[in-house]
């Protein structure tokens, strides 16, 4: 398994990054910053609110001096998750995407994070892209194994919009129309 901290680059100009067959080591990502990589990999939930800031925020930087890099457009997509800043981390994968369409993490992320948020058709589409992009038996293993845990998933009904039925759907019409009347009626209620 390769090393997160690695990205394939050539560089092309002071800001700019280019996909090459060569491993180039991240230098400007400072000793401190890889550690709290390695505990966010380890597991997320041991980092403190100031560590997931400060990581968050290290990362921007890195993601600003260096726009055209995926690898590192993910790993902050990751921290923003870790944050709980969704839509951001949405941004930032897509990016890495677009970036890199070829790109096995960048695929398998996405796909976790649409995953998360329960929309199951980006989920795996993306999750499917990461299986074909697969180069070695450990990234098939993880994309497969996102791939049943969305089956899963969709299987057991857990699907953000999906309505198994017409009285389901007709029950959350009748709830939004009732809040919407009592919204009306609130500020009638305050005279």
């Given at each position: 398994?390769?090393?997160?901290?690695v990205?394939?680059?050539?560089?092309?100009?002071?800001?700019?990054?280019?996909?090459?067959?060569?491993?180039?080591?991240?230098?400007?990502?400072?000793?401190?910053?890889?550690?709290?990589?390695?505990?966010?990999?380890?597991?997320?939930?041991?980092?403190?609110?100031?560590?997931?800031?400060?990581?968050?925020?290290?990362?921007?930087?890195?993601?600003?001096?260096?726009?055209?890099?995926?690898?590192?457009?993910?790993?902050?997509?990751?921290a923003?998750?870790?944050?709980?800043?969704?839509?951001?981390?949405?941004?930032?994968?897509?990016?890495?995407?677009?970036?890199?369409?070829?790109?096995?993490?960048?695929?398998?992320?996405?796909?976790?994070?649409?995953?998360?948020?329960?929309?199951m058709?980006?989920?795996?589409?993306?999750?499917?892209?990461?299986?074909?992009l697969?180069?070695?038996?450990?990234?098939?293993?993880?994309?497969?194994?996102?791939?049943?845990?969305?089956?899963?998933?969709?299987?057991?009904?857990?699907?953000?919009?999906?309505?198994?039925?017409?009285?389901?759907?007709?029950?959350?019409?009748?709830?939004?129309?009732?809040?919407?009347?009592?919204?009306?009626?609130?500020p009638?209620?305050?005279?």
């Amino acid at each position: 398994m390769s090393d997160p901290f690695v990205v394939r680059a050539q560089e092309t100009g002071p800001n700019d990054l280019a996909v090459s067959s060569q491993p180039l080591a991240l230098p400007f990502v400072p000793v401190e910053t890889q550690a709290l990589l390695r505990r966010m990999f380890a597991d997320p939930r041991v980092l403190e609110k100031d560590e997931k800031e400060f990581l968050v925020a290290q990362l921007g930087d890195f993601v600003e001096q260096y726009p055209k890099v995926s690898e590192l457009r993910v790993l902050y997509g990751m921290a923003l998750c870790v944050n709980l800043e969704v839509q951001d981390a949405m941004e930032e994968l897509g990016e890495a995407v677009s970036l890199s369409p070829d790109s096995f993490i960048a695929h398998l992320k996405m796909g976790e994070l649409w995953m998360r948020l329960r929309v199951m058709q980006k989920a795996e589409n993306h999750t499917q892209r990461a299986t074909q992009l697969a180069q070695n038996m450990a990234q098939s293993d993880l994309a497969r194994r996102q791939a049943a845990t969305i089956r899963t998933m969709r299987r057991e009904g857990i699907e953000r919009g999906g309505y198994a039925s017409k009285w389901m759907l007709l029950s959350r019409l009748k709830r939004l129309w009732t809040r919407n009347r009592s919204e009306e009626l609130a500020p009638l209620e305050a005279r």
